[in-house]
T-cell receptor, first 111, second 114 residues
């Protein structure tokens, strides 16, 4: 029973265009959501988060949107850069600040 | 470097041997987490500590696994009688204990059981 699903294993985008990564969750009680980025042979790096009291959070080129009724969140990267190529994990926070991760989406930004 | 530090970065061991990994969290953080990541999957929670107290263990953590955090600083994760299925990336993370605080991860220890 996957609580967090990232249905697109990979995404390829041209440099300068928008990258949209999607994530669905099953439990409407989740109230804090995060995105992490991971390069090969490194640990995940925190990117951006959003609380359930908001529907949008923006940090530079990165924006996270939350649709609570659909139990869906998305990460927008505009403009995409080659250095953004990495694996992106969506995560929800449980009691004790434990994280439940999706399987990840590999983003390739082509120059 | 004040980030989360894990040692060793890589470990190759023969099946049946015991291995121990170390994690040094960010010094101000009172919570420390262990996760395991296998190929094509996201990290999966194993266990976490608040200061020196181990507050929760996942069902993934079999009896062969034990974790400690003496004095509430660094932590060790030991796997006894390793099996090939234990091959994975073991990630440590630390955070403050307040609500909605993000965790910071170390670079992980890659375990290969041959």
């Amino acid at each position: 029973d996957q609580q967090v699903k990232q249905n697109s294993p990979s995404l390829s985008v041209q440099e300068g265009r928008i990258s949209i990564l999607n994530c669905d969750y099953t439990n409407s009680m989740f109230d804090y959501f995060l995105w992490y980025k991971k390069y090969p042979a490194e640990g995940p790096t925190f990117l951006i988060s959003i609380s359930s009291i908001k529907d949008k959070n923006e940090d530079g080129r990165f924006t996270v949107f939350l649709n609570k009724s659909a139990k869906h969140l998305s990460l927008h990267i505009v403009p995409s850069q080659p250095g953004d190529s990495a694996v992106y994990f969506c995560a929800v926070m449980e009691y004790g600040n434990k994280l439940v991760f999706g399987a990840g989406t590999i983003l390739r930004v082509k120059s | 470097d004040t980030g989360v530090s894990q040692n060793p970065r890589h470990k190759i061991t023969k099946r049946g041997q015991n291995v121990t990994f170390r994690c040094d969290p960010i010094s101000e953080h009172n919570r420390l987490y262990w996760y395991r990541q296998t190929l094509g999957q996201g990290p999966e929670f194993l266990t976490y500590f608040q200061n020196e107290a181990q507050l929760e263990k996942s069902r993934l953590l079999s009896d062969r696994f034990s974790a400690e955090r003496p004095k509430g600083s660094f932590s060790t994760l030991e796997i006894q009688r390793t099996e090939q299925g234990d091959s994975a990336m073991y990630l440590c993370a630390s955070s403050f204990s307040g609500l909605d605080t993000e965790a910071f991860f170390g670079q992980g220890t890659r375990l290969t059981v041959v």
